[in-house]
């Protein structure tokens, strides 16, 4: 749907967003739960699974927009 309006003003469409879409999307709902329960909580406890979630999620996108 964006795809057509996307190339209108940039010239050109990412083969690999789509893919990248399919590895980042999924982990964005835990990655939000996450954020909350340690903003609600205060606890530490969150903390680092949050972390490993979001660095991941950071190198998937850095690998994607080396690549395309």
Same mark, same amino acid.
């Given at each position: ?23 980042? %999307?999924? $982990? &964005? !709902?835990?990655?939000?739960? #996450? ?7 205060? /606890?530490? %406890?969150? $903390? &680092? !699974?949050?972390?490993?979630? #979001? ?7 850095? /690998?994607?927009?080396? $690549?395309?």
């Amino acid at each position: 749907v964006i795809s057509p309006l996307t190339a209108y003003h940039f010239g050109r469409i990412s083969y690999l967003g789509p893919l990248a879409n399919v590895v980042i %999307l999924p $982990l &964005l !709902p835990p990655t939000m739960m #996450l954020g909350f329960a340690a903003e609600l909580t205060g /606890l530490r %406890l969150f $903390l &680092l !699974p949050l972390w490993l979630l #979001l660095e991941y999620q950071v190198r998937m996108i850095s /690998l994607f927009g080396t $690549l395309g």
